[in-house]
């Protein structure tokens, strides 16, 4: 019966219903198949899922980011990257990595980071000589690091629904964050030391005045994650608050300092910034109704009954659970993923003894995995879409990526400190 759900969303997915009405439809079906409960209560579940206080503070994220992208200082941003490690072999391809990392500081969306850095990125690597599979599949899994550095949309909607401590996820998104874009930055001069790439490596480009420049021009866009982070860190702020400071500084940076956007452009910033929010908020819903009626079907009890029955401990659970992710991530979207498995998982995880910190970095490192895992991985269909390379050529080449997290992943696992040190210290407990 568990499946039942599952089965209806596969095929609405496969006629090509977008995701959040997808889940909605099919756990209204379940509902009237099985005859389980009155559908009378769905409203009710469908206005409570996107009712938290917490949850307002995506809206204005994505407005802060949607200002910072119009005004076009996604450039400033990828120049101050190539500054940074152009002397490496395979610059520009480490570039992009160091591009990808500082934008996910300035926005919580994997999609829009990727999408942000792909087509200038992508037409720059194969200029120097990159497959355009390889670059193309390089900005997608790097684009994917957006949800796990702070402000992350995913990390908000976790906190929201296990009522844990905003800051804390954030803080501890940090260091992951940071091993990760290393990781993909090392993979990246291995190979161009392997493969021979060349280095982006002019003076105009890497000298110590070009640098200074480059960080100058690139100093207030660099300050919103430091600020998003001090106010969590000072405790004076709620994450509705910080969200909302940040939409106002990114509007005065891009229309006062940088004058990169005019009034004018406000109104079409600000539709997107709805599109994207009633996307987000009609998913969340949609998956929490799904979670009631895995519930409903008994799912967290059964659950738990087979982690009694097979005597599974923490890191054993943590492994199980990824492995249901990743195939569950092979057809699902990342939000969908998000909600629908966090109200049945994590209630477990705690009755085992994890932190709900941790189990959260554990779960953003599996959505990370999902969004660049075929078939359906979203960034690199976005990355397919911005830069005209074939969706096959980025299959082939994704699998070293996939490789990576999934290492990045274990260690995750296993070493708890690497996502609880930074909260711990800055935002104890309590």
Request: net charge positive; glycine share 10%.
């Amino acid at each position: 019966m568990i499946a039942l759900p599952f089965l209806f969303l596969l095929f609405l997915i496969v006629i090509g219903m977008p995701i959040g009405f997808a889940l909605i439809v099919a756990s209204v079906a379940t509902l009237y198949w099985l005859g389980l409960a009155p559908i009378t209560f769905i409203p009710d579940v469908l206005m409570g899922s996107v009712q938290s206080f917490t949850l307002l503070a995506i809206p204005f994220f994505l407005l802060a980011a949607e200002l910072l992208s119009a005004g076009g200082l996604i450039d400033r941003i990828f120049d101050l990257a190539r500054a940074i490690v152009g002397k490496l072999r395979g610059g520009m391809g480490g570039a992009c990595v160091i591009a990808t990392g500082i934008f996910a500081g300035v926005q919580g969306s994997s999609a829009a980071d990727a999408a942000a850095i792909g087509k200038i990125g992508t037409a720059g690597m194969v200029r120097e000589g990159y497959r355009p599979g390889f670059a193309a599949a390089l900005i997608a899994a790097s684009g994917a690091t957006a949800i796990l550095i702070p402000p992350s949309i995913a990390m908000l909607i976790y906190a929201s629904m296990v009522n844990v401590s905003v800051g804390r996820m954030f803080f501890a998104g940090v260091l992951p964050g940071v091993v990760n874009v290393l990781a993909f930055l090392v993979f990246v001069a291995w190979r161009g030391h392997k493969y021979g790439w060349k280095r982006d490596d002019t003076g105009t480009i890497t000298s110590w005045p070009a640098r200074i420049a480059a960080l100058r021009r690139a100093f207030w866009v660099l300050m919103l994650p430091v600020f998003v982070l001090y106010g969590f860190y000072s405790g004076n702020l709620t994450a509705t608050e910080i969200s909302t400071a940040c939409a106002i500084y990114s509007a005065v940076v891009a229309l006062f300092f940088y004058r990169s956007i005019r009034a004018v452009d406000l109104w079409p910033v600000m539709m997107q910034t709805a599109r994207t929010t009633i996307n987000i908020f009609t998913i969340i819903a949609g998956a929490v109704l799904l979670s009631k009626v895995l519930t409903f079907l008994n799912a967290p009890q059964l659950i738990f009954g087979v982690i009694e029955r097979f005597h599974l401990g923490p890191y054993e659970f943590l492994i199980v659970v990824s492995g249901i992710m990743f195939i569950l991530g092979m057809f699902m979207e990342a939000v969908a993923l998000n909600v629908m498995t966090t109200p049945i998982l994590a209630p477990i995880a705690m009755k085992l003894g994890i932190d709900p910190v941790h189990y959260g970095i554990v779960l953003i490192f599996n959505i990370e995995i999902a969004l660049i895992t075929p078939p359906v991985g979203l960034n690199l269909f976005v990355l397919a879409g911005a830069t005209k390379v074939p969706l096959g050529a980025i299959y082939r080449e994704v699998l070293p990526f996939v490789l990576i997290l999934i290492a990045l992943l274990l260690v995750t696992i296993f070493v708890p400190q690497l996502s609880l040190w930074l909260p711990d210290r800055l935002l104890p407990p309590g």
